[in-house]
C-alpha cells in the first residue's frame, strides 16, 4: 500500500505524521487489496482544519472523506472513523456471495445472473474524486471537449462550470 501525509498550510511535525500514520495502520484490519491511501491535512482561513483521506482500493473502488474541526487531531480522528465505516460496509459487500447477481461456485469461477429489469437504475462510476480548484475545473473542461463541467470546489461544494457562447466560463 503506497501512502502519503501531505499538509497544505499545516507543518507537519513529527507528532502529527505519526499521527497520521496510525490512521494507515487502522485500515489494513479489513483485509482490502488497498492500493493507495492519502491524507491531505490543511487549514482555513477561519482556522478550521480540514482533513481529506483518499483511499484506493482495487476495482476501482475509491474512498473519498473530507472532515473540518477546529482541532487537527479531533479532524483526523473523526474522518479515519468515517473511513473505517466505508472500508467496512465495503468488506462486507465483497464478502456476501450474491450479491449484485454474482454467485462465487466451488471451483473460483464466477456465475453472473443477467437482470432483465428495464427500469433497473445502474450505478455509475465517478471520473473525479478529489475537489478541483476553478482553474483545474477549466482545464478538465477544455479536454473533454464538452459544454459543461460538474465537479466539487475546494470547500465541498458542487458547481457547474458553463462554457458560454462568446468563449467565456460561468459557474453556478
Known amino acids: 500500500m503506497n501512502t502519503s501525509i501531505v499538509g497544505k498550510n499545516v507543518e507537519l511535525t513529527e507528532p502529527i505524521k505519526n499521527y497520521a500514520e496510525s490512521a494507515f495502520d487502522a485500515i489494513k484490519k479489513y483485509n482490502l487489496d488497498i492500493i493507495s491511501a492519502n491524507i491531505v491535512l490543511s487549514q482555513n482561513k477561519k482556522g478550521e482544519f480540514i482533513v ?3 483511499v484506493n482500493v482495487k476495482d476501482n ?10 482541532d487537527l487531531y479531533a479532524a483526523i480522528d ?13 468488506a462486507d459487500k465483497i464478502k456476501d456471495n450474491n450479491n449484485g447477481g454474482i454467485k ?17 437504475i445502474i ?10 480548484d476553478f482553474e483545474e475545473a477549466k482545464e478538465m473542461l477544455e479536454e473533454s471537449g464538452e459544454n459543461f463541467f460538474v465537479f466539487n470546489d475546494i470547500d465541498g461544494n458542487m458547481r457547474v462550470l458553463v462554457k458560454l457562447d462568446n468563449g467565456r466560463y460561468g459557474v453556478y
Request: net charge neutral; charged share 40%.
Open 123 to 132: 450505478p455509475l462510476e465517478l471520473k473525479i474524486y478529489k475537489p478541483l
Open 104 to 120: 462465487n461456485l466451488n471451483n473460483g469461477a464466477v456465475e453472473v445472473k443477467e437482470v432483465e429489469d428495464e427500469n433497473e
Open 78 to 90: 473523526l474522518a479515519l472513523d468515517r473511513v473505517k465505516k466505508n472500508l467496512r460496509r465495503y
Open 61 to 70: 473502488h475509491t474512498v473519498v472523506i473530507t472532515q473540518k474541526e477546529k
Open 52 to 54: 481529506e483521506f483518499v
